[in-house]
């Protein structure tokens, strides 16, 4: 199927790093998306929207493969570039949040989807995404800058 194959090439990388920055390790997130898109090849013109399918389903096989491990702290930090040390706080802090609140972050702010969109891919609704990137933001503050005041 070409139309796979030219959106693995065009979507395929974001969708890795931001599966990653989910579930914190590089496994899960790997066999995440190559069970994504298998699935999806399977299902052929089936999809109506093979983008958003191979989106949510990749996350939702991240999050189930996920919840049998945490993420490492060596997994998230080991890196052949230099990073600088925001990213890394930012890194090390994404773990700490639920995983609807982190989904709704990466999704919304990584890869650049509108509520409804995040919503879509998560099977849940525009206004939870939003109470969930609320919850999010503000426990990121909290974890980043010590701001435990609100």
Known sequence: MAGLEDMYEEHGGKL???????????EITSEALAE??????????????PER??????FRIAGGRALETTAREDEILDTR?????????LLLALP??????????VLHYFCDYSLREVAEITGSTPSAVGVHL?????????????DDDG
Request: charged share 35%; net charge positive; glycine share 6%.
């Open 16 to 26: 890795w790093r931001a599966l990653f920055l989910y579930a914190g390790d590089r």
């Open 36 to 49: 994504a898109f298998a699935q999806a090849l399977r299902r052929g013109d089936e999809l109506r929207s």
């Open 53 to 58: 399918w191979v989106w949510r389903s990749a």
């Open 81 to 89: 570039y230099e990073v600088p040390e925001e990213t890394t706080q």
């Open 96 to 105: 700490q949040l639920t995983r609807k609140q982190r989904v709704a972050l």
């Open 134 to 146: 609320h919850r999010g933001r503000k426990r990121l503050r909290e974890l980043l800058l010590g």
